[in-house]
Each structure stands twice: as structure tokens, then as C-alpha cells.
């Protein structure tokens, strides 16, 4: 049997109520009898099931969800996930609530840190924006005593707690074996769209994407990224230019969410060539888009469980407890349209 505070009262021949008070690092011990009950668990080998202390309290975990206001699929989906855990808060003793910023904005990020600094939330979970200040931001938050997490899009070189999110290079060197694969050897130009080279999960795919074709398809050409700062209307009109004034492009891989956009220049001006298109995010639209064979295939990364993951994750920082690495692996799902869910 594990050893229970009655066992520490024992071997150190105090009360209950002075290991209560020793163990919660409350007032009223003295030096000595305090040294004893600390000897004691050390010799029965006590350890303390914070997560059960806890829930016998009836500690809730306030915890606040940054992120991005973007009329795009993917950040609808990420909200409603938020949402499903809010609706779950009881059951799991949350507190949670969304902040939403601009998209792709480091000055209103800072801003929406600073003022969580004060307030002192028992965790953030955040969409980064990769810039020194929103950094330095974050730094200045765990070193406060504030646990952050990164979802979807990570801030590394900060102090950040966990990254709840896919391997984004891997996702890009897997977007281009495919795409790659799909060409049959076909020489010709890809065209690439992307939200913001602010983010460091558009980056990382970009480099991963980038790099996996210059080793193994050096008959594809990847021109200069397209920034449609995932805006559905701006990706339109900078895809459907592209096409419209290169006729060597052979192939498309959309490592953002602009997904629409890309979806509409699609059909608007590639209906007299085949094009070969790899995107990423399982959506409604990217959905149809695969069983009508205007995208080849998609990349998709769970929304849901990057959420919970981040939940977690604070929750066990909050407890002093460890991560199990295994369980908070996002995996990256390949979606063709024989194997849509």
C-alpha cells in the first residue's frame, strides 16, 4: 500500500494537522517538528497526489486561449474546440476563456500578454506570432509564475511551457513527397500559398516543403511564396494571378489556411489544365474540394486534440506534475479522398 499522511503522523509522532500544515508549506510548525515530518516523508517514501488534493479542494484552473480573429476555417474550428471545453469546464474544473487578436499581429499580441500578466490566469495557451517582443512577452510571463503553451504555431527560443502542435517541417517534406510523387517526374513550377512568414508553422513548412524538393524533385521549380495572410478574398485574387501569368505551373501546395480562396482560383482559372494540389487542414471546404478532385490531398492536423492537449498540459504544470509525452503527440493525418473520415 502507497504510505498516507496517518503514516508521516506516526513516524514522526505528531498530529495530522501539523502534516497537513507542513505539506501545504503553511504557518504554525516549528523548525524542528517541521524538519521531523520532512524526515519522515522521505524515509516512507510518501509521495503526494497533488491532482487528488486538488479535486478535493475544488480547485478550478483558470485558463485563458489566445487566439487569432481570421475568417478562416481552421481558426473556426479551433474555436469551437475551445468552446466544447468551456462547455466541458465543469467536469474538469476549468475556467476558460477565449481572447481573440488581430491575425498576424505581434504589437496586439504583446498587449493581450502584458494585461494577463496582471490578471494572473493559472495558465495561456497561445496561436504564436513569432517576433522577439511576442517572445520576450511570454519570457516575462513564466518568469512571473505563468505556465504557457503554444498551439498550432510554436514560439521556440522562448521560455513556453509545451507545444501543443504537428512537426511543421515534417508536414511540409511530407507535403512535397507527395506532391512530388503525385508529378510522376513532371519538370515544371509549384506554386506556393501561405499566410504569413510571421508564423513559424508557415516557415518551417515552407523550409521542410522547400528543401525535400531541391533533394529529390530537381524538375520542380517552388517559386517564391504567395502571402494571402489567409484571407479567403486575398488568396483568390494572388492564386488566381499566378495562374493566370504562369503556365509552367504544374503543381500547388497551400500550407496555410486560405483554403477557400485558393479553392475558388482553382476552379475560376485552372479548368483547362490539371493541376496537382496539396493543402492542408480538413474543412468543409478542403473536404469537398478532395471529392471533387480539385485537391489531390490534404494534411490535417487535430484541432480538438491540440486543445485538450494544451488543457492538460497546464493542468499538470499547475499540479507540479510531469507531461506524458506520449499522450500529447499530435500526430499529422493524411487525407486522400478514399479515406475521408
Not at 485558393?262 to 485552372?270: C, E, F, S
Request: charged share 25%.
Amino acid at each position: 500500500m502507497r504510505p498516507t499522511v496517518h503514516d508521516i503522523a506516526a513516524a514522526a509522532g505528531v498530529s495530522l494537522a501539523t502534516v497537513d500544515r507542513v505539506l501545504n508549506q503553511r504557518p504554525g510548525v516549528r523548525g524542528v517538528t517541521r524538519d521531523k515530518v520532512e524526515a519522515a516523508i522521505r524515509e516512507i517514501g510518501y509521495v503526494r497526489d497533488v491532482a487528488a488534493a486538488n479535486l478535493a479542494k475544488g480547485r478550478t484552473y483558470p485558463l485563458v486561449f489566445i487566439v487569432p480573429a481570421s475568417d478562416n476555417s481552421f481558426m473556426h474550428g479551433l474555436n469551437a474546440e475551445v468552446r466544447a471545453a468551456v462547455a466541458r469546464s465543469p467536469v474538469e474544473r476549468t475556467d476558460i476563456r477565449t481572447v481573440e487578436v488581430p491575425a498576424f499581429d505581434p504589437a496586439a499580441l504583446v498587449a493581450v500578454l502584458d494585461q494577463l500578466g496582471e490578471e494572473r490566469p493559472a495558465g495561456i495557451a497561445l496561436v504564436a506570432t513569432d517576433s522577439p517582443d511576442v517572445r520576450e512577452a511570454v519570457d516575462r510571463l513564466v518568469q512571473s509564475g505563468i505556465p504557457v503553451v503554444t498551439v498550432v504555431s510554436d514560439l521556440t527560443g522562448s521560455l513556453r511551457y509545451h507545444y501543443a502542435g504537428v512537426d511543421n517541417i515534417a508536414a511540409g517534406r511530407t507535403a512535397a513527397r507527395l506532391l512530388g510523387r503525385f508529378l510522376g517526374g513532371a519538370k515544371g513550377d509549384i506554386a506556393v500559398l501561405a499566410g504569413s512568414m510571421l508564423v513559424r508553422d508557415h516557415r518551417e513548412r515552407l523550409e521542410g516543403f522547400a528543401s525535400l524538393i531541391a533533394e529529390e524533385f530537381p524538375d520542380l521549380t517552388v517559386l517564391p511564396v504567395i502571402e494571402g495572410r489567409d484571407d479567403p478574398d486575398m488568396a483568390h485574387m494572388l492564386v488566381a494571378d499566378a495562374l493566370a501569368k504562369r503556365d509552367a505551373i504544374i503543381g500547388v501546395y497551400s500550407l496555410g489556411a486560405g483554403n477557400r480562396g485558393l479553392i475558388r482560383a482553382l476552379k475560376d482559372k485552372a479548368a483547362d489544365r490539371r493541376l496537382t494540389v496539396v493543402a492542408h487542414e480538413l474543412t468543409a471546404h478542403t473536404r469537398a474540394a478532395l471529392l471533387d478532385g480539385t485537391i489531390d490531398a490534404i494534411l490535417n492536423q487535430d484541432a480538438g486534440h491540440e486543445v485538450r492537449s494544451a488543457i492538460r498540459v497546464l493542468k499538470a504544470k499547475a499540479d507540479g506534475l510531469s507531461v506524458i509525452d506520449a499522450q500529447e503527440r499530435i500526430r499529422l493525418d493524411i487525407f486522400l479522398k478514399d479515406n475521408l473520415p
